[in-house]
Antibody, heavy 121, light 108 residues
Framework: QVQLQESGPGLVRSSQTLSLTCSVS??????????WSWIRQPAGKGLEWVGR???????TYKSSLNSRVTILMDASKNQFSLRLTSVTAADTAVYYC?????????????WGQGTLVTVSS | SYVLTQPPSVSVAPGQTARITCGGN??????VHWYQQKPGQAPVLVIY???DRPAGIPERFSGSNSGNTATLTIGRVEAGDEADYYC???????????FGGGTKLTVL
């Protein structure tokens, strides 16, 4: 059974770059049946999709974040990462990595436990 | 951009049926997925492709989608169903994943 685990700094200074890693266990990140996303959730608010990575390495990002976000694959480590530049307090959230494609496209059936990132001034 | 509208809250007595709606322009033409999220936990997929259930999700959970409204129905509601529920679709024209604002289900 595939498991996901987020890791990275819990505190990032405003205007700096947020970097997180999602480690995938129990399955291969280069499986052509599966896709990998980052989804975030500010405290007390709803879910917001950030972007998605395909086995080919290609990506799709939320339009409003497109200029600041990069998602990359490290197949050798079975990991994928999130990089968000020029962060502000509005980027403070719990960040989840998630998988889709197992039961259906864009149906996120596997999630990490989430990691809280706080942007400080 | 595509907007999904959910009621902020729904309340239901134990044993009754809860219906949570998700409104969107011609949402019936899209595939809708539903998630349950309990406090401090990651979301769990409970319905995909409008009405299919992942393994391990009770048959009490069902979904429908037509016109401008998708609905998650939870039959014989239990205290353990109390959670936030989110609908989600893909806006195909721009390849964007969109979530509804979430509905807090309270079991009275």
């Amino acid at each position: 059974q595939v498991q996901l685990q987020e890791s990275g700094p819990g505190l990032v200074r405003s205007s700096q770059t947020l970097s997180l890693t999602c480690s995938v266990s129990g399955g291969s990140i280069i499986s052509r049946s599966h896709y990998w996303s980052w989804i975030r959730q500010p405290a007390g608010k709803g879910l917001e999709w950030v972007g998605r990575l395909y086995a080919s390495g290609s990506t799709t990002y939320k339009s409003s974040l497109n200029s600041r976000v990069t998602i990359l694959m490290d197949a050798s480590k079975n990991q994928f990462s999130l990089r968000l530049t020029s962060v502000t307090a509005a980027d403070t959230a719990v960040y989840y990595c998630a998988r889709d494609g197992n039961v259906g496209r864009y149906a996120f059936d596997t999630w990490g436990q989430g990691t809280l990132v706080t942007v400080s001034s | 951009s595509y907007v999904l509208t959910q009621p902020p809250s729904v309340s239901v007595a134990p044993g009754q049926t809860a219906r949570i709606t998700c409104g969107g322009n011609n949402i019936g033409s899209k595939s809708v997925h539903w998630y349950q999220q309990k406090p401090g936990q990651a979301p769990v997929l409970v319905i995909y492709y409008d009405g299919d259930r992942p393994a391990g999700i009770p048959e009490r959970f069902s979904g429908s989608n037509s016109g401008n409204t998708a609905t998650l129905t939870i039959g014989r509601v239990e205290a353990g169903d109390e959670a936030d529920y989110y609908c989600q679709v893909l806006e195909g024209s721009s390849d964007q994943v969109v979530f509804g604002g979430g509905t807090k289900l309270t079991v009275l």
